[in-house]
């Protein structure tokens, strides 16, 4: 796994440490109670160390599955260990139901806005890497971003500079409007425009 290649990026909220005494073997029970499973040990290793991380700049991942409205999701910040608004159990627990993410899941982090990342605990997609989108109809609310974790981490990427292809078009002003834009220019102390 990849992850060291986002080191520059990446930076921890004061949560990681309010945290720190934080009984995680209590809640990983929890979590097998109440989903018949854990994720595979990688994962929790990485919650150990990037959880309650986020990036500093805009970072996406592109899906296996092309979307229709996007070729990517947006990676928001990595889930903690922790009883906090931006916790694992929290997202377990608030989203884990038939009228929010119907399947078992281990948040990993958010996306854009209300949105999560989630590691799946299901028989037959274990592994998987799905993002749910809390705007989407249930039933058509998850869509698969990676095989695995580590073909997750591998697919995220810093967000390019969208080129904006308008064409700039040049305006031309009478004498009398330039005029009376120069001098409000000048009082504001800006330089005169000129044609």
Known sequence: ??????????????????????????????????????????????????GFASFNTDMIVTPMEKQEHSDYFVVGAFLGFGNTAVSIEKSIGMFYSEEQIGMKFFPICEGASGDLIIYSLEEQSFGKVYYWSHDSAIGGDTFLIAESFDDFIGRIEARKEEKDDREVVGVKYSPRLLKLINEKRMKDGLPPLVQ
Request: aromatic letters at 14%; glycine letters at 2%.
């Open 1 to 50: 796994m990849d992850i060291k290649r986002f080191n520059d990026f990446i930076s921890f909220s004061k949560v990681k440490e309010d945290n720190r005494n934080y009984d995680i073997n209590s809640f990983l029970d929890t979590v097998k109670d109440r989903m018949g499973r854990l994720p595979a040990t990688d994962l929790l290793d990485f919650v150990s160390e990037y």
